[in-house]
């Protein structure tokens, strides 16, 4: 089974340069998130969205961008990537709030 | 919403019970306990959740008090292979409450 896929892996950009981070699950899950890890913490909820068509804010959403076209896929955008954007960034899918999330392997990604 | 206080390390040697605390004091009624843990630097996996009674599935077991203002998650054999940051979560349904901390990790030794 598949679950939750997340390319690329591991990225490197320039300051300013633009990037979208791919995430696909198959699983049918309604809820989809991305959050992001900076080294020693935990994770931090940029945006989630509920379905198809409906995304929404989280903890730390500046400088980053979703759509949500299909139940699938979940992509994150990056406009212009500044150094405090480098982190590790986890792409997770559940059926509701209230049941298991199931995660990404992540994409690293440096900014320099 | 809740927030949860978890030791930030722990020992435990192979082959014994983990005992990993949770204190979540301001928990509301309808808010679950879930753990979460994370291996190097993968993605987190989910363990277990709970909502006022204990729970025990293959992975682990979760005692909840009867106050629900902590939990403890047992690892009833620890291998080397359960090292790992071990995350307590209290969710309130709501997608945009969901909160990792910082965790604990737990080192098992020979």
Redesign the interface.
């Known amino acids: 089974n598949a679950g939750?896929t997340q390319t690329p892996k591991f990225r490197i950009l320039k300051i300013g340069q633009s990037m979208t981070l791919q995430c696909t699950q198959d699983m049918n899950h309604n809820?989809m998130?991305w959050?992001r890890q900076d080294p020693?913490?935990?994770?931090?909820?940029i945006y989630?969205s509920?379905g198809a068509g409906i995304t929404?804010?989280?903890?730390v959403p500046n400088g980053y961008n979703v759509s949500r076209s299909t139940t699938e896929d979940f992509p994150l955008r990056l406009e212009l990537a500044a150094p405090s954007q480098t982190s590790?960034y986890?792409c997770?899918s559940s059926r509701?709030?209230?049941q298991?999330?199931?995660?990404?392997?992540?994409t690293?990604l440096s900014i320099l | 919403d809740a927030k949860t206080t978890q030791p930030p390390s722990m020992d435990c040697a192979e082959g014994r019970a983990a005992n990993l605390p949770c204190n979540h004091s301001t928990i509301s009624g309808n808010e679950?306990v879930?753990w979460?843990r994370q291996i190097h630097?993968?993605?987190?996996?989910?363990i277990i959740?709970g909502l006022k009674n204990n729970e025990t599935n293959e992975m682990a077991s979760l005692i909840i008090t009867e106050d629900r203002k902590s939990s403890t998650l047992i690892l009833p054999h620890a291998t080397l292979r359960d090292t790992a940051v071990y995350?307590c979560i209290v969710?309130?349904?709501?997608?945009?409450k969901?909160?990792?901390?910082?965790?604990t990790r737990l080192q098992v030794t020979l």
């Not at chain 1, 298991?100 to 992540?106: V, Y």
């Open positions: 939750v809820y998130y959050y020693g913490m935990g994770l931090k909820l989630y509920v929404d804010k989280g903890e590790v986890f997770a509701s709030p209230n298991p999330q199931h995660f990404g392997d992540g690293r | 679950y879930y979460y630097s993968q993605g987190p996996q989910y959740h995350y969710n309130t349904g709501t997608a945009s969901l909160t990792f901390g910082t965790g």
